[in-house]
């Protein structure tokens, strides 16, 4: 069973920076594709950005473009999502999920969640 665990979640000003961090426990985490989700109350999820296991294929969802970066280091079994210029739009509750694939990632058909950290963007 794999368990992720999200941290570097805060208050930051608008315009400002954070980077989130999705740590694996247990199992190596270059099996799995991984993304980053964000759910504001009251909305749907939304699919924020995904790595595939290897680091070559990378998603962005059009409202984090150029914003956000996603990366990963499988030796320490962790996976980054750097967010700068942040909007208070960006403030939402943020989950890092994985699916085991090989090639690519999507947003859908996640195998394991963490339980989120809370992103709170305002001045």
């Known amino acids: 069973q794999l368990q992720l665990v999200e941290s570097g979640g805060g208050l930051v000003q608008p315009g400002g920076s954070l980077r989130l961090s999705c740590a694996a426990s247990?199992?190596?985490?270059?099996?799995?594709?991984i993304a980053w989700f964000r759910q504001v109350p009251g909305k749907e999820r939304e699919g924020v950005s995904c790595?595939?296991?290897?680091?070559?294929?990378?998603k962005y969802a059009d409202s984090v473009k150029g914003r956000f970066t996603i990366s990963r280091d499988n030796a320490k079994n962790t996976v980054y999502l750097q967010m700068n210029s942040l909007k208070p739009e960006d403030t939402a509750v943020f989950y890092c999920?994985?699916?085991?694939?090989?090639?690519?990632?999507?947003?859908?058909?996640?195998?394991?969640w963490g339980k989120g950290t809370l992103v709170t963007v305002s001045s």
């Open positions: 999920a994985a699916e085991r694939r090989y090639y690519s990632c999507d947003y859908s058909g996640m195998d394991y």
């Open positions: 247990e199992f190596a985490l270059d099996y799995y594709a």
């Open positions: 790595i595939s296991r290897r680091g070559a294929g990378i």
